[in-house]
């Protein structure tokens, strides 16, 4: 079992800028890749950022490229994502995301998840 905790959500003006983190507990996490995944009520999660179990390789959804940067600290078993330039359309409940085979942009694939942090957006 995987345990993840997801901080650094709030409430902040477009233009803005936040910093989530994800800490893991349980298992080897630089075993696994990592992603982050953001959810609007009655809307699928969808697919924002995603990094390799080394770090090496990096994903994004288009709408955040240039804003969001992905990156991990495997010595202290943590996940961030750095969010800059935010817009009130990135407003949603950010959740992050461990895959042990191979990093992806299905949520279907990750088989551990955090119970969300709620990032909003005001215009």
């Known amino acids: 079992q995987v345990q993840l905790v997801e901080s650094g959500g709030g409430l902040v003006q477009a233009g803005g800028s936040l910093r989530l983190s994800c800490a893991a507990s349980g298992h080897t996490f630089s075993n696994y890749a990592m992603a982050w995944f953001r959810q609007l009520p009655g809307k699928e999660r969808e697919f924002v950022a995603a990094?390799?179990?080394?770090?090496?390789?990096?994903y994004y959804r288009d709408s955040v490229k240039g804003r969001f940067t992905i990156s991990r600290d495997n010595a202290k078993n943590t996940v961030y994502l750095q969010m800059n330039s935010l817009k009130p359309e990135d407003t949603a409940v950010y959740y992050c995301g461990a895959d042990r085979d191979h990093t992806t942009v299905r949520a279907k694939e990750y088989q551990y998840w955090g119970q969300g942090t709620q990032v909003t957006v005001s215009s």
């Open positions: 990094i390799s179990w080394s770090g090496a390789s990096t």
